[in-house]
């Protein structure tokens, strides 16, 4: 079964600087999909962004980016120019490439990030 | 707008009651999802459906049931026999293809009377 890996429990960052969570995943699959979920106080789920395995370059939505390492199995996000409404619970997400029951996600521990002003 | 509706959004259970939480979805998607969330353990999955009529258990299964009638709605039942039904629960929903991110609902919060 894969796992996920947040090793960060929790960050934190000023506001306007740049902040980097750190997500390693364990699989023996080659074709997969990668995801970073927001979760703000709200607790409302939020994708920030998604990466295809077989992709080699690294996506981006805006200010975050991500690095991501396919024989090192990492995939970090980068927030750059941290804002307030960042702060929130981060969590990394790996989700199989095949068919049938594999459109489920597996889910790491998450990194709460606070921001300072 | 298209979304997930998840209610109520908190519910208390006494002793030995079964209570069903509601999940609707009118973004025309095929699979479903139930998430469990405790602090500091992330989304455990309860059960998932990828059609009307079938379903499958997750990780933590045991002590919940569901149904999936029609394509617009997951309930999930919570039976006596999960004796620590406290949480945060999570409805999700994603379309067909494994770069279809899942979209989620506002979340339960289910505590013990």
């Known amino acids: 079964a894969q796992t996920v890996t947040q090793s960060q429990p929790e960050m934190s960052v000023q506001e306007a600087e740049t902040v980097t969570l750190s997500c390693t995943y364990d699989?023996?699959?080659?074709?997969?999909?990668l995801f970073w979920y927001k979760q703000p106080p709200s607790r409302q789920m939020i994708l920030v962004i998604r990466?295809?395995?077989?992709?080699?370059q690294n996506a981006t939505e805006n200010r975050f980016s991500v690095n991501f390492q396919k024989a090192a199995k990492s995939f970090s996000l980068k927030i750059s120019d941290s804002q307030l409404g960042d702060a929130a619970m981060y969590f990394c997400a790996y989700r199989s490439g095949g068919g049938g029951s594999n459109y489920k996600l597996t889910f790491g521990k998450g990194t709460l990030l606070t921001v300072n002003p | 707008d298209g979304g997930i509706t998840q209610s109520p959004k908190y519910l208390f259970r006494k002793e030995g009651q079964n209570v069903t939480l509601s999940c609707e979805q009118n973004l025309n998607h095929d699979a479903m999802y139930w998430y469990r969330q405790d602090p500091g353990q992330g989304l455990r999955l309860i059960y998932y459906s990828q059609i009307v009529n079938d379903f499958q258990k997750g990780d933590i299964a045991e002590g919940y049931s569901v149904s999936r009638e029609k394509k617009e709605s997951f309930p999930l039942t919570v039976t006596s026999a999960q004796k620590n039904p406290t949480a945060f629960y999570l409805c999700a929903s994603s379309g067909q293809g494994g770069y279809q991110p899942q979209h989620f609902g506002d979340g339960t919060r289910l505590s013990i009377l």
């Open positions: 699989t023996s699959e080659s074709d997969y999909y």
């Open positions: 990466q295809e395995a077989y992709k080699q």
